[in-house]
């Protein structure tokens, strides 16, 4: 879900980035990534571990840019194998039936030099709907350790998980789902 929104916000930073010239491809880097959520009223984070995606972005033509994300839904852990295997369930993220979400993303926007949003739809559970992330751009240039070309981005942003037909406990664990992403892209060669 985070993993989703991750590669969301790494798009919305570039698209925020005045310092990119022309378009450029990116490949999420899971190494240098992550996506953590949490439903409101919980102090519990979740993280997905298994994802992938590709950006591909234009400062000079930030609607043309395009971004797609992938996150095996089996690898969401909060840290409590318990929960992690209920969370897996029929009840919540139902992984057998939905091994994969999606974050296709269809607007992009900049705010300033440094800031913007993408909006996309994320698909979880079999339902696709809109989501909006504020994305902030971190660096965009050559990583002095391994001389790649690469790009850092911190995205923020909540969704309902009811709008995804996850209803389990409502009322007692929150609707709301806050969504944070950090993420770090690696420019195709």
Not at 68 to 83: C, E, G, H, M, Y
């Amino acid at each position: 879900m985070r993993l989703t929104l991750a590669s969301v916000s790494m798009i919305a930073a570039f698209l925020a980035s005045a310092t990119a010239s022309k378009a450029a491809d990116y490949t999420i880097d899971p190494t240098h990534s992550h996506v953590l959520f949490t439903p409101s009223g919980v102090r519990e984070d979740g993280r997905s571990s298994d994802f992938s995606g590709n950006i591909s972005f234009d400062a000079n033509n930030v609607p043309a840019s395009k971004l797609n994300v992938t996150i095996k839904t089996d690898s969401l852990q909060t840290q409590f194998a318990p929960r992690d295997k209920d969370l897996k369930g029929a009840d919540w993220f139902n992984v057998t039936e939905f091994p994969e979400m999606t974050f296709v993303g269809s607007e992009f926007a900049k705010k300033d030099d440094h800031t913007g949003t993408i909006t996309g739809k994320l698909t979880l559970h079999g339902v696709t709907k809109p989501v909006t992330l504020n994305v902030v751009v971190n660096k965009v240039g050559q990583n002095p350790l391994d001389k790649i070309d690469s790009a850092g981005f911190s995205a923020r942003g909540t969704f309902k998980r009811s709008d995804f037909g996850m209803k389990t406990y409502l009322g007692a664990i929150g609707d709301d789902v806050d969504l944070i992403i950090e993420i770090e892209a690696k420019k195709k060669s």
